[in-house]
Structure formats: structure tokens, C-alpha cells
């Protein structure tokens, strides 16, 4: 499968995966978490995106995505900065993140984001983790 291709096919398991979570299987997980880090900034995009929808589904399989994700914080690419961003704070809003030195570490890349909307993304996850902290 091309890039082109591979963004398409991520593109609708993000579409899928935003609506119906549950319906993902191991294999999809999978794959996104392997293109995390694909020289293509649209399957990056994509590929992000599934594993900040997956989240809770994966909790517990999440130490090479945010691993990826947070190198994809220093990206160019805006889109890829925002999908890492949206993974991310979805992840931090995860009990077993809300208070971890993943926290500390979307707090200090939230305060250096110039991108509004990059910024909202992080502190959405701020915010819910700030609550099951409470």
C-alpha cells in the first residue's frame, strides 16, 4: 500500500474509530501505532488521530504510541503537531496518565505551543486530567 493509499485507509479507521471506538480491533491499534512516525505528514496525521480515538480501548498499550506522538511535537507540520497534540491530551485524560510525568510533560509542551488551536488540544486533556485528579 502506497502512502496515498495508507492515508485514505486511516483517514476512514479514524472517521470509524472517532464514532465506535469498540469496533476496533488489535490489528488497527497496531497499525496506527506503526505509522506514528511515517516520513508522510497525512498518515501521520491519520495515524495519530486512530490512537488518540483508541485510547481507552488500548490503555494499557500505549508506551510506543506516546513515545512516537511525543517526538511528532516537534514536527513542521501543523497538522502533525495537532494530531499529536489531540492523542496526546486524550491520553492524559486516562486515569492511569492523569497523574503521570506524561502530565508534566503536556503541561510544558501546552506552555510552548504558539498554535492556538494546537494549544486548545493539549489543554482539553489538562483540563479532564485536572478533574479525575480531584
Do not use: C
Amino acid at each position: 500500500m502506497n502512502d496515498k493509499e495508507l492515508a485514505k485507509h486511516l483517514g476512514a479507521l479514524e472517521g470509524e474509530t472517532r464514532k465506535n471506538p469498540s469496533a476496533a480491533t488489535k490489528a488497527d491499534f497496531a497499525l496506527a501505532v506503526a505509522n506514528i512516525s511515517s516520513d508522510n505528514n497525512s498518515v501521520k496525521r491519520e495515524a495519530s488521530r486512530v490512537v488518540g480515538n483508541l485510547a481507552e480501548t488500548f490503555a494499557n498499550d500505549l508506551d510506543e504510541a506516546i513515545a512516537k506522538l511525543l517526538a511528532n511535537t516537534s514536527d513542521d507540520g501543523t497538522v502533525v503537531r495537532w494530531s499529536a497534540a489531540y492523542a496526546l491530551g486524550r491520553i492524559i485524560m486516562l486515569p492511569k496518565y492523569a497523574n503521570s510525568d506524561l502530565l508534566e510533560k503536556v503541561a510544558k509542551l501546552a506552555d510552548a505551543e504558539d498554535e492556538n488551536g494546537i494549544k486548545n488540544q493539549y489543554l482539553a486533556g489538562l483540563k479532564k486530567a485536572a478533574k479525575l485528579l480531584k
